[in-house]
């Protein structure tokens, strides 16, 4: 079965930070790039962050500029993205995505998704 599966979300205060997995199975990253998008209640899914299938290209969206970090693992065949400085702006349910080609406005239409995680900020 070909699934991405994210992990790592939860509950953190204003400040804090945490660090979001997504796990490929059935197929391999190598030649993936991946996409991190977030929903918040009552809006639309809006992309966060994405990198190369050789992690050389990378992107982030305005608001998580010099806060979050992609990152791509092979060897594990894991995506991470660590967030910092997290505020209640970043509140939401972040999903992975991977897809073959790479676009640097992380505009591609990814093949796979996973089921979501979910983030909160707040004292």
């Known amino acids: 079965q070909l699934q991405l599966v994210e992990s790592g979300g939860g509950l953190v205060q204003p400040g804090g930070s945490l660090t979001l997995s997504c796990a490929a199975s059935?197929?391999?990253?190598?030649?993936?790039?991946i996409g991190w998008f977030r929903q918040a209640p009552g809006k639309e899914r809006e992309v966060v962050s994405c990198?190369?299938?050789?992690?050389?290209?990378?992107n982030y969206a305005d608001p998580v500029k010099g806060r979050f970090t992609i990152s791509k693992d092979t060897t594990k065949n894991t995506a991470t993205l660590q967030m910092n400085s997290l505020n209640p702006e970043d509140t939401a349910i972040y999903y992975c995505?991977?897809?073959?080609?790479?676009?640097?406005?992380?505009?591609?239409?990814?093949?796979?998704w996973g089921q979501g995680t979910q983030v909160t900020v707040s004292s």
């Open positions: 990198i190369s299938p050789s992690a050389g290209m990378s």
């Open positions: 059935g197929f391999s990253l190598e030649h993936y790039s």
């Open positions: 995505a991977a897809d073959l080609r790479y676009y640097s406005d992380c505009d591609s239409e990814y093949v796979y």
